[in-house]
């Protein structure tokens, strides 16, 4: 069997390898256009930022080592031109002296990659303006810092944005960020990227959100960005991170399926529209896990495991790819952000029910030193508790979580099984009752009526009916220091521990919505308060939780 491979990175170079590995008889074909056939692009980052020292790092693998050690023969600047489906061959072209030549296959997986969107805007294409694709991108940017950049502008707040953003401070750099959306990092849910903009702002960049690069123009300072709003930025260092696009043309030309936002269609086992043609990484179009909806997910771990998933169905293995769920992390200066599952705006956006609740814990034991807090987001049905997804931003320890709650989304868990899950404990690492733990007790609480939660949205008058819901009494349970250092206006302050002997003040006749800081005292009120009678609702995560939707 003679196996092709367009394109090397996660999803090629796996492929390749796990084919070799299944099988010593059969001539493996990488055709790269790159010089390099697989290369550590989530670092390229840190390497501009001076984390990353030495540039061979972050080299996977060299094709010497792949015609060595698994003897695949590998041809890196060669673009795979056309492919003949009833011949059953691609042609190829030598990028350095322009030969073309067709290559037969018995099988063919197509690994293209996506490339960064360069939007058609005037002055795009002047000298120091970048975009960060492959290695050769990066020394062009490394090129420019070298030569005394003083302020960069960075086009788009997301995973790769927002890394280059804090790189290029590492780097000495004044840095302004700009932003389409009103929010940084866009997958996520709005509330959750507020401490990661106030935190970008504590560094010193300059954060627009709201606003576009609408053209670029050579001044004496080097370049201008002229932004919709007017406004022009000077910059000497301009890079976008707007996103990327799946590389499609081959598979268009040779008339294979692709969905409507250009991702090639592939089945479980990452076959397309030809069953002897495969396609993997960042080029496909996939299912989301626990939606069941196509989509597109640019992510090294799922490039990786397509690889090999094609690689296996080619040589006879039923493997089949069960679908990304996102799973992604992602390190903004001393925050850590990560997301797994579907959010809230996608939950909306299809609409599907869905229940929510928020935890502030430490990441592990407030008693020993360091503890650093976090802000947990759960998202589950109302009516089993299956986990649908997560967002957790802070310090240490989030990474952690992500990838417990990861799991528990690949298990089909539910709200009730974090309660019972039995995790490492020391005061180092975590706490008797784990973040996890925590964030089970309370989604469970809930659904099984243990308590009443209320939301910021309904507070806010932003959720349901509007204005008109709003609590007609709003009880502070914080002691009086907590309260006048800052609170949600209209609430009135009786602490929990003085609540019992307070009841009486309290109106019979009217809802009451109670919070402390973050829910748990808030819990103990609103259970005081129910078991006496009273219409009592906890504010779901307190006025922490108030404070990621408003901070005025």
């Known amino acids: 069997m003679r196996l092709i491979i367009a394109g090397g990175v996660a999803g090629g170079a796996s492929a390749a390898t796990r084919a070799r590995r299944l099988s010593e008889d059969a001539e493996i074909v990488i055709l790269e256009r790159g010089p390099d056939?697989?290369?550590?692009?989530?670092?390229?980052?840190?390497?501009?930022?001076?984390?990353?020292?030495?540039?061979?790092?972050?080299?996977?693998?060299?094709?010497?080592?792949?015609?060595?050690?698994?003897?695949?023969?590998?041809?890196?600047?060669?673009?795979?031109?056309?492919?003949?489906?009833?011949?059953?061959?691609?042609?190829?072209?030598?990028?350095?002296?322009?030969?073309?030549?067709?290559?037969?296959?018995?099988?063919?997986?197509?690994a293209p990659g996506a490339a960064p969107i360069r939007p058609?805007?005037?002055?795009?294409?002047?000298?120091?303006?970048?975009?960060?694709?492959?290695?050769?991108?990066?020394?062009?940017?490394k090129e420019s810092l070298d030569r005394g950049v003083r302020q960069a502008v960075v086009v788009g707040a997301g995973f790769i944005g927002l890394e280059l953003v804090e790189n290029l401070v590492r780097?000495?750099?004044?840095?302004?960020?700009?932003?389409l959306m009103d929010q940084v990092l866009p997958p996520l849910d709005k509330e959750m990227t507020r401490p990661i903009a106030d935190h970008l702002a504590a560094k010193g960049v300059a954060l627009l959100l709201g606003e576009s690069a609408e053209g670029f123009a050579e001044v004496e300072e080097g370049l201008a960005v002229?932004?919709?709003?007017?406004?022009?930025?000077?910059?000497?260092?301009?890079?976008?991170?707007?996103?990327v696009r799946p590389e499609n043309k081959l598979a268009v030309d040779a008339g294979l399926a692709v969905g409507p936002r250009g991702?090639?269609?592939v089945n479980e086992h990452m076959q397309t529209s030809d069953p002897d043609i495969y396609a993997v990484g960042d080029a496909v179009e996939i299912k989301d896990f626990v939606t069941g909806e196509p989509t597109?997910?640019?992510?090294?771990?799922?490039?990786?495991?397509?690889?090999?998933?094609?690689?296996?169905?080619?040589?006879?293995?039923?493997?089949?790819?069960?679908?990304?769920?996102?799973?992604?992390?992602?390190?903004?200066?001393?925050?850590?952000v990560a997301m797994t599952g579907v959010s809230e705006k996608t939950l909306r956006r299809l609409d599907r029910s869905f229940s929510k609740v928020y935890v502030h814990p430490t990441d592990h034991a407030s008693y020993y030193p360091g503890a650093q807090p976090m802000t947990l987001k759960l998202l589950f049905t109302p009516d089993t508790g299956k986990i649908l997804g997560a967002q957790i931003v802070g310090g240490s320890g989030v990474d952690k979580r992500i990838d417990?709650?990861?799991?528990?989304?690949?298990?089909?868990?539910?709200?009730?099984?974090l309660e019972e899950m039995e995790l490492a404990y020391a005061p180092q690492y975590g706490s008797a009752k784990d973040p996890i733990n925590m964030a089970g007790f309370v989604a469970a609480g809930s659904l099984r009526g243990d308590q009443t939660q209320a939301t910021v949205e309904e507070l806010l008058g932003t959720d349901g009916p509007g204005p008109a819901s709003r609590p007609a009494?709003?009880?502070?349970?914080?002691?009086?220091?907590?309260?006048?250092?800052?609170?949600?206006?209209?609430?009135?302050?009786?602490?929990?521990?003085?609540?019992?002997?307070?009841?009486?003040?309290?109106?019979?006749?009217?809802?009451?919505?109670?919070?402390?800081?973050?829910?748990?005292?808030?819990?103990?009120?609103?259970?005081?308060?129910?078991?006496?009678?009273?219409?009592?609702?906890?504010?779901?995560?307190?006025?922490?939780?108030?404070?990621?939707?408003?901070?005025?």
């Open 226 to 243: 002229q932004l919709k709003c007017g406004r022009e930025l000077s910059s000497q260092l301009v890079v976008l991170g707007i996103g």
């Open 263 to 265: 991702g090639i269609r």
């Open 120 to 141: 058609p805007l005037p002055g795009v294409d002047l000298p120091g303006i970048f975009t960060l694709r492959n290695l050769q991108d990066m020394d062009r940017i």
């Open 404 to 417: 417990v709650l990861a799991v528990a989304i690949q298990a089909g868990m539910t709200v009730f099984d």
């Open 37 to 110: 056939v697989s290369f550590a692009n989530c670092g390229m980052p840190y390497y501009l930022g001076g984390e990353i020292t030495e540039r061979d790092k972050l080299l996977v693998v060299t094709p010497e080592r792949l015609r060595q050690r698994y003897r695949i023969d590998v041809r890196t600047r060669t673009s795979v031109e056309a492919i003949d489906r009833r011949g059953k061959k691609v042609r190829a072209r030598d990028l350095g002296n322009g030969r073309e030549c067709e290559v037969a296959y018995d099988k063919l997986i197509l």
């Open 296 to 336: 597109q997910v640019p992510l090294a771990g799922p490039a990786n495991r397509q690889g090999r998933i094609a690689a296996d169905h080619i040589f006879g293995r039923p493997a089949r790819f069960r679908g990304t769920q996102g799973t992604a992390i992602l390190r903004v200066f001393d925050l850590t």
């Open 171 to 179: 780097h000495g750099l004044q840095v302004t960020l700009v932003e």
């Open 473 to 552: 009494c709003l009880l502070d349970v914080r002691t009086p220091q907590e309260f006048a250092a800052g609170h949600i206006p209209g609430a009135v302050n009786v602490p929990v521990d003085e609540l019992r002997s307070h009841r009486g003040e309290l109106p019979s006749d009217r809802p009451i919505t109670v919070y402390c800081q973050v829910g748990q005292r808030g819990y103990l009120a609103q259970r005081i308060l129910s078991q006496a009678g009273f219409q009592a609702a906890n504010l779901g995560g307190g006025f922490l939780t108030y404070r990621l939707f408003n901070q005025s």
